[in-house]
């Protein structure tokens, strides 16, 4: 019997794995059933699950030459295409299923009922959706996409093999898949539907988009999700969703992939298919949260908005489910795990924690009659890519009546949050698991925050800027004589708009006087300008 999963997990993303070169060759030969390997530094209590072996084969491969001689002999009898003695042709043509008629790799489940799999996952993918083929080669024996069935000794449902680089990151590809998923959550015949639907769509990701192993959980999350949009019916994603709900904490990239297929399927319900799609074809150009802001902002919203609401949806699952809204299947859901549960002891508490960007962060305040939560939203897309571990710390205040500077939320609560970056952070109030109405903290769209800039409350002014597509972007400071006082260059902090960070120091590192400022930010082709008071007491 097979164990239902691999429980090593993947809190460290997958890019780390080739910093590290023996935690990489170790990881792999875990993955193919080498229990004795030592598991030194990649071993984590995330309660993450490896359910599909690509992204870490697809990290052998490309790491291959920075092997020694003697691990690279050892590496390259898992790296080759299986030998098998017999094939099949789906009846549309498209597939060739490699499989052996007897011994340790034989298929256990009917063959008829995998190639209809396959072709409906082509159809579903391809012909509804609108996905390109992945691209074609002359391997196993002609130019149809291979599928060879094995004993996935090591507990993976599949993997899709990079194999010719076609394009700048793209290419060719050919699929495993376990010949009988006997002992995993979702067996038989059923494990087998929902693996071809997941390889099938990474097939597609390298064949015509991009590889990329710094967003291997979006690879993931987007075919864990495709499982549940091609066999609605099977499920096997809800495996994998709990430990999304016990970490909603964490930040979004620092997450397995398998257990966020929820997120697309909240942005299919949202915006429909074609807002995934376009998230792929983004991903060409930019890393993945990157796109996913940006599909989403053509689509005529925003990635703290939108953030915002998911963390919502996810709320309200299992009892706490409401026929007709939010998730379809949010009653057969895990609940989420708070942050923390603290006692509300009137008039006020306050709280610290330091969230970090992209994440959803829940707190429970209980009283003898009530249970209100607060979900805040951090929406940092930009740390969220570059430094997913980074904090960002807040105090929030909750009270039963207004101390001066406090959000109404219903009688007898009030909230005050307390936040060097509040625009980032997005407030919603679940009382006795009726949702509040929704607040951002920030609702200026297109002025320089805090307004007035104060240096004895604030450290920084944020100060709206262009989109940038190298990420930086120019900064110019002038007084009302039109002096120039600064000039530098910046980051641009990406969440529902673009900004630049600025500690309000002149070019001699000095604090400038009281008055009216205007500022230039120039990014590639693109200029923002706009004008700022800042009081220095």
């Given at each position: 019997m097979k164990k239902l999963f691999i429980l090593i997990a993947i809190f460290v993303a997958f890019d780390s794995y080739a910093q590290n070169l023996d935690s990489l060759y170790n990881f792999f030969l875990y993955t193919r059933g080498e229990r004795s390997t030592e598991l030194k530094t990649i071993a984590s209590l995330s309660g993450d699950y490896v359910r599909c072996g690509t992204g870490i084969y697809n990290q052998i491969k490309q790491?291959?030459?920075?092997?020694?001689?003697?691990?690279?002999?050892?590496?390259?009898?898992?790296?080759?295409?299986?030998?098998?003695?017999?094939?099949?042709?789906?009846?549309?043509?498209?597939?060739?299923?490699?499989?052996?008629?007897?011994?340790?790799?034989?298929?256990?489940?009917?063959?008829?009922?995998?190639?209809?799999?396959?072709?409906?996952?082509?159809?579903?993918?391809?012909?509804?959706?609108?996905?390109?083929?992945?691209?074609?080669?002359?391997?196993?024996?002609?130019?149809?996409?291979?599928?060879?069935?094995?004993?996935?000794?090591?507990?993976?449902?599949?993997?899709?093999?990079?194999?010719?680089?076609?394009?700048?990151?793209?290419?060719?590809?050919?699929?495993?898949?376990?010949?009988?998923?006997?002992?995993?959550?979702?067996?038989?015949?059923?494990?087998?539907?929902?693996?071809?639907?997941?390889?099938?769509?990474?097939?597609?990701?390298?064949?015509?988009?991009?590889?990329?192993?710094?967003?291997?959980?979006?690879?993931?999350?987007?075919?864990?999700?495709?499982?549940?949009?091609?066999?609605?019916?099977?499920?096997?994603?809800?495996?994998?969703?709990?430990?999304?709900?016990?970490?909603?904490?964490?930040?979004?990239?620092?997450?397995?992939?398998y257990n966020l297929a929820i997120w697309n399927i909240f942005l299919k319900d949202r915006f429909?298919?074609?807002?995934?799609?376009?998230?792929?074809?983004?991903?060409?150009?930019?890393?993945?949260?990157?796109?996913?802001?940006?599909?989403?902002?053509?689509?005529?919203?925003?990635?703290?908005?939108?953030?915002?609401?998911?963390?919502?949806?996810?709320?309200?699952?299992?009892y706490r489910s409401k026929p007709g809204k939010f998730f379809e299947e949010a009653e057969n859901y895990p609940l989420i795990k708070p942050l923390m549960n603290i006692n509300f002891d009137k008039p006020i508490v306050s709280v610290d924690i330091n969230t970090r960007p992209a994440s959803v962060n829940y707190i429970s305040f209980i009283s003898l009659t009530d249970t209100l939560t607060t979900i805040l939203t951090n929406s940092d897309v930009t740390n969220g890519v570059q430094n997913p571990s980074s904090d960002l710390p807040l105090t929030y205040y909750l009270a039963d009546h207004d101390d001066g500077g406090y959000r109404w939320i219903t009688n007898n609560y009030y909230s005050k949050l307390i936040c060097q970056s509040s625009f980032l952070i997005t407030e919603n109030s679940v009382l006795n698991n009726r949702l509040m109405d929704s607040t951002t903290i920030l609702t200026e769209e297109e002025f320089p925050f805090p307004q007035p800039f104060n240096y004895s409350s604030y450290d920084f002014i944020y100060l709206p800027a262009p989109r940038s597509i190298s990420g930086m972007a120019d900064l110019y400071i002038f007084s009302i004589d039109?002096?120039?006082?600064?000039?530098?260059?910046?980051?641009?902090?990406?969440?529902?708009?673009?900004?630049?960070?600025?500690?309000?120091?002149?070019?001699?590192?000095?604090?400038?006087?009281?008055?009216?400022?205007?500022?230039?930010?120039?990014?590639?082709?693109?200029?923002?300008?706009?004008k700022f008071v800042v009081i220095n007491e």
């Open positions: 790491n291959f030459s920075k092997f020694s001689i003697k691990r690279q002999q050892v590496l390259s009898s898992y790296m080759s295409r299986p030998q098998t003695d017999s094939s099949i042709v789906t009846k549309s043509g498209l597939f060739r299923i490699h499989f052996n008629k007897s011994g340790l790799h034989k298929p256990a489940y009917d063959l008829n009922l995998l190639s209809e799999a396959l072709d409906s996952a082509y159809n579903y993918e391809i012909n509804i959706l609108g996905y390109p083929p992945p691209p074609k080669d002359n391997e196993g024996g002609d130019d149809k996409y291979d599928i060879y069935i094995q004993n996935m000794s090591g507990g993976l449902y599949g993997e899709t093999r990079i194999e010719d680089l076609i394009g700048e990151e793209t290419y060719t590809s050919y699929i495993l898949i376990d010949n009988d998923f006997d002992g995993y959550y979702t067996a038989g015949i059923d494990g087998a539907r929902v693996s071809v639907a997941h390889e099938f769509h990474h097939a597609i990701q390298v064949g015509n988009y991009i590889y990329r192993s710094t967003d291997q959980y979006y690879h993931e999350l987007s075919s864990t999700a495709m499982e549940e949009f091609v066999f609605d019916d099977i499920n096997d994603y809800y495996a994998y969703i709990y430990s999304y709900f016990i970490n909603t904490h964490r930040s979004f990239s620092q997450n397995s992939g429909g298919f074609d807002i995934l799609k376009r998230t792929w074809e983004l991903m060409k150009d930019e890393r993945a949260l990157y796109a996913i802001a940006d599909a989403i902002k053509e689509y005529g919203s925003d990635f703290k908005k939108e953030f915002a609401e998911f963390s919502n949806w996810i709320y309200f699952t299992g039109m002096d120039l006082i600064y000039s530098g260059e910046h980051q641009v902090l990406v969440s529902d708009k673009n900004l630049v960070k600025w500690n309000v120091f002149d070019n001699g590192g000095k604090r400038i006087p009281s008055g009216v400022y205007f500022y230039v930010i120039k990014t590639d082709d693109d200029t923002k300008k706009g």
